[in-house]
């Protein structure tokens, strides 16, 4: 059974850091293709950034220089590292292959950013 579990989110001011964290299990996660996905309120989730199984990453425009996506294969977790926040990065974070599956969907950690 997969279980993806996100965590590391909270309330942060403008110009800011958090690091994200996301723990997959029942995914050979090794070589899966991995992203970080945000939804916020009133808005269709979006890609942030992904991640391929060497290791390769790629990111929105929005968030290109400010975020970095990293993965951990020996402990099955990927990270997304966020400096520079923005309040318009507030959102719920989710991580999910790429493409996203239906059933890898896990409850997301919540960023705030605002002073």
């Known amino acids: 059974q997969v279980q993806v579990v996100e965590s590391g989110g909270g309330l942060v001011q403008p110009g800011g850091s958090l690091k994200l964290s996301c723990a997959a299990s029942?995914?050979?996660?090794?070589?899966?293709?991995m992203a970080w996905y945000r939804q916020a309120p009133g808005k269709q989730r979006e890609l942030v950034a992904t991640i391929t199984s060497g290791s390769r990453t790629s990111y929105a425009d929005s968030v290109n220089g400010r975020f970095t996506i990293s993965r951990d294969n020996a402990k099955n977790t990927v990270y997304l590292t966020m400096n520079s926040l923005k309040p318009e990065d507030t959102a719920v974070y989710f991580c999910?292959?790429?493409?996203?599956?239906?059933?890898?969907w896990g409850q997301g950690t919540q960023v705030t950013v605002s002073s």
């Open positions: 029942g995914i050979i996660f090794s070589i899966a293709p």
């Open positions: 999910n292959t790429v493409p996203p599956r239906d059933g890898y």
